[in-house]
């Protein structure tokens, strides 16, 4: 068993030169700082080993390789070929695709990647095999990628971060503690989500067309389930369910769920009072259960907090409803642009003594109120430039307007600085209409939260 080394200073220069003259039972070894080269496994049964300084080395397994073997800390990147590969990890960051045959894939000891490409395949894929020909059994690996065809699939993920692509038929997928990617593809999918891991992202989970299942973990979870009749259950963790397109039934769990229409193509009208089906928008009807928060569309919105508990409602961009529950209920503002000029929210129901703003920015005082003015739908940018100056909105605060002439007297309006420059500025600070509010006087700055 013979050791031939590569490197510039050696007798071969490349791991092509070597694998000329090596041996089954041999193991080629790279120099400290050997990069980038990619050539192809000729010999069967070699080792090849190298530092984590030995970079950009791409192997694939030449006809009739069946087992590869790599030593050292290299992050070295393997391609199997059609046969049945038996193909094992150093210690280092491998990378390890395989695509076709009955494969056995060790990681080794380092965070390594599997990229299971079967999108080819049109059998069942089962325990990553598509009953036929192709699959793969694998250990020692924390990452993985998988593609996969046409088959009804049934998939388990080890974990670590995961992406998992299925095509058409109807899939199972199940995914270990981790950050998941997981694109179920056309077909009737059920996928349950692990654990994701504070600080390291969330579980993505998209069930794709079809009437999907899907099921978030104990961690961060994002639920979409695209067109279809969808089910998505929100697991212990945080939660955002879009059922999207189709009737869809939205349950939050144990955790804390929001219902989030952001990519929604049409403004939506949502109820947290309710629990029965409503009808969200021509697109959409969902039925909610244990859903704390609400996430609008950037078009005009109607959202409604439920009549007890504590609600989170962030409108979005559009001239939105918002209307205040019975509870401790938070109004959630992340942009200017959520709140402006001529397309400002209303808040109705707004209750100073329970409810909140939660701004991007912290709110430094309330100043006084402007008891009086003009104030029209059709000039209101101007209007307020005039009412509300410098003396009227400082710096970092807040300030009450209430009109009495112009065709919104009678109505109560929030300014809230969100600029460089004290007084209000036309789509540079927030305006948000308080209707049938309580308390409003007795606004503080401790009101707005960050």
Wanted: glycine share 16%.
């Amino acid at each position: 068993m013979a050791i031939l080394k590569v490197g510039p200073n050696e007798i071969y220069h490349t791991i092509a030169a070597a694998m000329a003259h090596v041996l089954a039972g041999d193991t080629i070894s790279l120099d400290a700082g050997y990069n980038d080269e990619t050539t192809v496994v000729s010999v069967d049964n070699i080792s090849i080993t190298g530092t984590s300084s030995s970079t950009n080395i791409d192997l694939t397994l030449g006809a009739g390789i069946d087992a590869l073997t790599l030593l050292g800390t290299a992050p070295i990147f393997v391609h199997d070929n059609s046969g049945n590969n038996t193909i094992i990890g150093n210690a280092g960051a491998n990378i390890i695709e395989v695509s076709g045959g009955a494969d056995v894939v060790n990681g080794g000891g380092g965070n390594d990647r599997l990229i299971v490409d079967y999108a080819a395949a049109t059998g069942t894929i089962g325990g990553i095999t598509d009953g036929g020909t192709n699959s793969v059994t694998f250990t020692h690996v924390r990452n993985e990628t998988i593609l996969t065809g046409s088959g009804n699939d049934t998939i388990t993920a080890g974990n670590g971060s995961n992406v998992i692509e299925t095509g058409l038929g109807n899939d199972t997928i199940t995914s270990g503690t981790g950050k998941n990617s997981i694109q179920g593809g056309s077909g009737n999918d059920t996928i349950t989500a692990g654990n994701s891991i504070a600080g390291n992202g969330i579980d993505h989970i998209n069930g794709d067309q079809g009437n999907d299942t899907l099921t978030g973990g104990s961690g961060y979870n994002y639920l979409d389930g695209s067109s279809g009749n969808d089910t998505l259950n929100g697991g212990a963790g945080i939660s955002l369910l879009a059922g999207g397109s189709g009737n869809n039934i939205l349950n939050g769990g144990t955790g804390d769920s929001s219902a989030d229409y952001f990519d929604s193509t049409v403004g939506v009208t949502v109820s947290l009072a309710l629990a029965t089906a409503q009808h969200v928008s021509a697109l959409q009807t969902d039925t909610l259960n244990s859903i704390e928060n609400l996430i609008g569309s950037s078009y005009n919105d109607t959202l409604t907090a439920s009549t007890s508990g504590a609600n989170v409602l962030t409108g979005g961009a559009g001239a939105d409803h918002l209307i205040a529950g019975g509870g401790h209920d938070t109004f959630n503002y992340t942009q200017v642009q959520d709140s402006t000029s001529t397309t400002y929210d209303t808040i109705t129901g707004f209750n100073a003594a329970l409810d909140k703003f939660q701004l991007w920015f912290a709110v430094g005082g309330i100043d006084k109120e402007v008891a009086s003015g003009y104030l029209s739908a059709s000039t209101l940018d101007a209007n307020l430039a005039t009412a509300i100056g410098v003396h009227q909105l400082a710096a970092h605060d807040a300030v009450l307007f209430a009109p009495t002439s112009g065709t919104l007297k009678g109505d109560t309006f929030l300014i809230v600085y969100a600029n460089g420059h004290a007084g209000y500025q036309a789509g540079q600070d927030l305006v948000i209409e308080l209707a049938h509010g309580a308390h409003e006087l007795s606004l503080s700055a401790s009101d707005f939260i960050v």
